[in-house]
């Protein structure tokens, strides 16, 4: 079992950043790759970003390439999402999630075993 807590979300004005965390605990040596989702009100969950969590290897969906940066911190178990230039668009909800099987990189919620809560991110103009 892990926990996942994410942190760092809110109300931003376009063009504006943000970073969220990703907080794990539990069972945690095992982790394969992290992610980041979102969804929007009325829409599917969509994969943003995911990261190797042993090698540190990224990958980026199109939407958030270049203006979205994926890390980890492996000693405090905690990935980030830092995003820049935000666009109204970008408001959702954003989710973590953990996956154990060893696939790459890991783009469909279902690849997926545990998920945090969510936190809210509002972009206005």
């Known amino acids: 079992q892990v926990q996942l807590v994410e942190s760092g979300g809110g109300s931003v004005q376009v063009g504006g950043s943000l970073r969220l965390s990703c907080a794990a605990s539990?069972?945690?040596?095992?982790?394969?790759?992290m992610g980041w989702f979102r969804q929007a009100p009325g829409k599917e969950r969509e994969f943003l970003s995911a990261i190797h969590w042993r090698g540190g290897g990224t990958y980026y969906v199109d939407s958030v390439k270049g203006r979205s940066t994926i890390s980890r911190d492996k000693a405090n178990n905690t990935m980030y999402l830092e995003m820049y230039s935000l666009k109204t668009e970008d408001t959702a909800v954003y989710y973590c999630?953990?996956?154990?099987?060893?696939?790459?990189?890991?783009?469909?919620?279902?690849?997926?075993?545990?998920w945090g809560q969510g936190t809210q991110v509002t972009v206005s103009s």
């Open positions: 999630a953990a996956g154990y099987t060893w696939t790459w990189p890991k783009t469909s919620s279902a690849e997926y075993d545990y």
């Open positions: 539990g069972c945690t040596s095992d982790i394969y790759v």
